[in-house]
């Protein structure tokens, strides 16, 4: 795919969710660096970071993005000829969206595994990861039952009743301020993640965090299904989670809006939930208690403490 084309649709959100947009991310790189007709090295690296900056720039949250860009532009690191280094990108992207593949169905399965006979599910947005979970034990013949929400104001709870009903689960759609008033009958909650930080904060679509409340006050289980590619490394040494505002018109029409010129309205695309909410992170490498992510990002992702010092210096980012 085209890079502009890609990075339209990601703003656009017609490609959306954290691991799909990292694949898209990926695959528009590798087809990038197949085009790039250039006669020298230098050249052809500086034209992939300007195409590295220009995907990286369409959505702030999701940390699949900077952590798929920064896998596949591996892929030129000690090259020498502009084929080599399009080999190198090549080999990356592809590794990349492979295992991006392999992990979704290895945490259905890992994930499924948490799910019993005869529970009723909550989930909220509309997670690729979560949701094959949710299958895959449907796929294992346990009786289950799902409560999704509607996800204002992009409704992307529309494309989770399709998918489930497409499986053949029986599902119940609710309004998002319907959650406290069904959190009762809920077994377990299950959402995905944009991004997961080193202290296993966990990073997802607006209105998570009011979930996981009611479901902590009703003593409900809560896991979060999450790449690993989701972590996020430079939470390390303190740098926080952006968290997308999008445009005020996919709440309000701008006919409305333009007669009520006190009212400004706030469309944050994501919060925070702590890891005291969550209850277990179910990763393609198997699931941990959220107070683990440090390992992951080390052991997974490569950076570790020193790793960051080594790169950054002592002082960490703020000595950037
Ligand atoms: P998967 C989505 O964000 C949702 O917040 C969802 O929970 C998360 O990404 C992870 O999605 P958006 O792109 O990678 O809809 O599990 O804003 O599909």
Same mark, same amino acid.
């Given at each position: 795919?085209i890079?502009?084309?890609?990075a339209?649709?990601? &703003?656009?959100?017609e490609i959306?969710?954290?691991?799909?947009i990292?694949?898209a991310?990926?695959?528009?790189?590798?087809?990038?660096a197949?085009s790039?007709?250039?006669?020298?090295?230098d050249?052809?690296r500086?034209?992939?970071?300007?195409?590295?900056?220009l995907?990286?720039a369409t959505?702030?949250?999701?940390?699949s993005?900077p952590?798929?860009?920064?896998?596949?532009?591996?892929?030129?690191?000690h090259?020498?000829?502009?084929?080599?280094? &399009?080999a190198?990108?090549?080999r990356?992207?592809d590794e990349? +969206?492979?295992?991006?593949?392999?992990?979704?169905e290895?945490i259905?399965q890992?994930g499924a595994s948490?799910?019993?006979?005869?529970?009723?599910?909550?989930?909220h947005?509309n997670s690729?990861v979560?949701?094959g979970?949710?299958?895959?034990?449907?796929r294992?013949?346990?009786?289950i039952e799902?409560f999704? %929400?509607e996800v204002?104001?992009r409704n992307?709870?529309?494309i %989770?009743i399709?998918t489930l009903?497409d499986?053949g689960? &029986? %599902?119940?759609?609710?309004v998002?301020s319907?959650?406290r008033?069904? +959190?009762?009958?809920v077994?377990?909650?299950?959402?995905g993640?944009?991004?997961v930080?080193?202290n296993?904060?966990?990073?997802n679509?607006?209105?998570t965090a009011?979930v996981?409340?009611?479901a902590r006050?009703a003593?409900v289980?809560?896991?979060?299904?999450?790449?690993?590619?989701?972590?996020?490394?430079?939470t390390i040494?303190?740098e926080f989670?952006r968290i997308?505002?999008?445009?005020?018109?996919e709440v309000?029409?701008?006919?409305?809006a333009r007669?009520l010129?006190?009212?400004t309205?706030?469309n944050p695309?994501?919060?925070?939930?702590?890891?005291?909410?969550?209850d277990?992170?179910? %990763?393609?490498k198997?699931?941990?208690p959220p107070q683990?992510a440090y390992? +992951?990002?080390?052991d997974?992702l490569?950076?570790?403490i020193?790793?960051?010092?080594?790169?950054?210096?002592s002082?960490g980012?703020?000595?950037?």
């Amino acid at each position: 795919m085209i890079v502009p084309e890609t990075a339209d649709k990601i &703003k656009s959100m017609e490609i959306r969710g954290a691991g799909r947009i990292a694949r898209a991310v990926a695959e528009a790189l590798r087809d990038h660096a197949l085009s790039l007709q250039v006669s020298a090295l230098d050249v052809f690296r500086q034209e992939m970071e300007q195409t590295a900056a220009l995907l990286l720039a369409t959505r702030p949250t999701a940390v699949s993005l900077p952590n798929a860009v920064h896998m596949v532009m591996a892929g030129l690191n000690h090259t020498k000829t502009i084929e080599e280094a &399009k080999a190198g990108v090549v080999r990356c992207a592809d590794e990349f +969206i492979r295992s991006s593949q392999h992990a979704v169905e290895q945490i259905g399965q890992f994930g499924a595994s948490h799910i019993r006979d005869g529970d009723t599910i909550l989930t909220h947005c509309n997670s690729e990861v979560a949701l094959g979970c949710i299958i895959e034990a449907h796929r294992q013949g346990k009786k289950i039952e799902v409560f999704a %929400t509607e996800v204002r104001p992009r409704n992307q709870g529309l494309i %989770t009743i399709r998918t489930l009903n497409d499986a053949g689960i &029986k %599902t119940n759609f609710i309004v998002d301020s319907a959650v406290r008033s069904f +959190i009762n009958d809920v077994d377990l909650v299950i959402v995905g993640a944009d991004a997961v930080t080193v202290n296993g904060a966990v990073v997802n679509k607006i209105g998570t965090a009011q979930v996981a409340h009611s479901a902590r006050e009703a003593r409900v289980n809560l896991m979060v299904a999450a790449e690993t590619y989701k972590f996020a490394p430079r939470t390390i040494l303190g740098e926080f989670i952006r968290i997308e505002e999008r445009a005020g018109n996919e709440v309000l029409p701008d006919e409305i809006a333009r007669t009520l010129p006190y009212v400004t309205v706030r469309n944050p695309a994501f919060d925070v939930t702590p890891s005291e909410y969550i209850d277990l992170i179910v %990763t393609e490498k198997g699931a941990i208690p959220p107070q683990m992510a440090y390992v +992951i990002i080390r052991d997974y992702l490569g950076w570790g403490i020193d790793e960051f010092h080594l790169a950054f210096g002592s002082a960490g980012l703020n000595g950037e």
